[in-house]
């Protein structure tokens, strides 16, 4: 049986059917015998209908409500998730950042993670339950809600996948996986099957929007691989991983869905050769 964290942005739980969408992909990985912990963005612009609304009542809110107010679209998404799940015939528990143990400095809009302890989740999952975490935040050492940037729920799902010792830690997106160029603007952009934490540093540090910078960074530090796919498709999506793991190690993959490493490296380096990246 294998744990896998998978990770759910804004756009795969932007309305009631795509949570249900999600929810019954979850359940699939889940009774194909793996242990599931998920974590979830905001739905949709809930983040930018929130800081329409702050800027609405204080053209220069304290950064300390800020937060406060940020962590409401994530408790929206994990309880209507957690529900869904329910109402299709499997058990799941929500926790927020705070609940979950992610603890952060105090550095509000922008915090850090110190460490994660995610008992709460661990005991949901020995119930057989889904355990859903609030992406994206967490809490300072004075109880505070805090937030953590760009790309936090990204950041969220590796750093609880890091402490559960997870085998996988899947990103869920509108695109399948990391292309050579955006896809949507050009359409003959390729997938990248499998790339190094190095590139895909590069391709952070160059503008690609796919992942965050501090989300690769931590899962490179601890080598946690990344399996970044669509969430409104089955399609093969792009793994991020160490060169010296095997394939064969990672779960919820269709057979012959990757190929190998030397490949893909070569593929990959052409492309940033030709820039293309």
Do not use: W
């Amino acid at each position: 049986m294998a744990l896998i964290v998978q990770k759910y942005g804004g756009s795969s739980v932007a309305d009631s059917d795509s949570i249900k969408r999600v929810a019954k992909r979850i359940i699939d990985t889940k009774r194909a015998g793996n242990d599931i912990a998920v974590v979830v963005s905001a739905m949709g612009d809930t983040t930018d209908d929130l800081i329409d609304q702050a800027m609405d009542v204080d053209s220069n809110p304290p950064a300390r409500e800020m937060d406060m107010l940020m962590t409401a679209g994530e408790r929206i998404s994990m309880s209507l998730l957690a529900m869904s799940i329910h109402a299709q015939g499997e058990h799941a528990h929500s926790f927020t950042g705070s609940q979950a143990g992610f603890m952060t400095d105090a550095r509000y809009g922008a915090a850090h993670i110190r460490h994660v302890r995610p008992q709460r989740v661990m005991k949901a999952l020995d119930r057989g339950e889904v355990g859903i975490v609030a992406g994206f935040q967490g809490v300072n050492a004075d109880g505070d809600a805090t937030t953590l940037g760009r790309g936090g729920s990204d950041t969220s799902a590796v750093a609880l996948a890091v402490a559960l010792k997870a085998d996988v830690c899947e990103i869920y997106t509108d695109v399948d996986g990391v292309f050579t160029a955006d896809p949507r603007i050009v359409p003959t952009a390729r997938r990248i099957a499998r790339i190094s934490y190095e590139e895909m540093l590069e391709m952070a540090a160059g503008g690609s929007k796919v992942l965050a910078l501090r989300c690769v960074e931590y899962a490179q530090r601890f080598r946690m691989p990344i399996h970044v796919r669509s969430s409104f498709s089955h399609r093969p999506g792009t793994l991020i991983m160490p060169d010296d793991v095997d394939v064969d190690k990672i779960p919820n993959l269709e057979t012959g869905q990757l190929p190998d490493r030397p490949a893909a490296h070569t593929d990959r380096q052409r492309d940033l050769t030709e820039g293309r990246s």
